[in-house]
């Protein structure tokens, strides 16, 4: 059973860094994407970032330049770098997991909580 347990987060202020990690289960499919979804009350979840299973990354476009996706193949884990935080950032990060041919497509972690405010 696939599992994504995320951590980090927190709160920061406009112009600083925050980093998110997810960690997950061992992925018997191909092909994959890993990555995260920003949520805020009210609103559809909006993309972030993701990296696929050969490390080809695509960024939400508000958040390219800003934010880098990373992946540790030996440790199972994803990184999100948040660099020169802005207040729209803030929201409920979800790291999820695509499976594009699979009978379940999308599984997705609990969510983290990321504020930025001054």
């Known amino acids: 059973q696939v599992q994504l347990v995320e951590s980090g987060g927190g709160w920061g202020r406009p112009g600083q860094s925050l980093a998110l990690s997810c960690k997950y289960s061992?992925?018997?499919?191909?092909?994959?994407?890993l990555g995260w979804y920003r949520q805020v009350p009210g609103k559809q979840r909006e993309f972030v970032a993701s990296?696929?299973?050969?490390?080809?990354?695509n960024y939400g476009g508000s958040r390219r330049g800003r934010f880098f996706i990373t992946r540790n193949v030996a440790e199972n884990w994803i990184r999100l770098q948040m660099d020169r935080l802005e207040l729209d950032d803030t929201g409920t990060y979800y790291c999820y997991l695509e499976n594009p041919t699979g009978r379940v497509r999308y599984y997705w972690g609990q969510g983290t909580q990321v504020t930025v405010s001054s």
């Open positions: 990296i696929d299973q050969g490390s080809t990354t």
């Open positions: 061992e992925i018997t499919f191909r092909p994959f994407t």
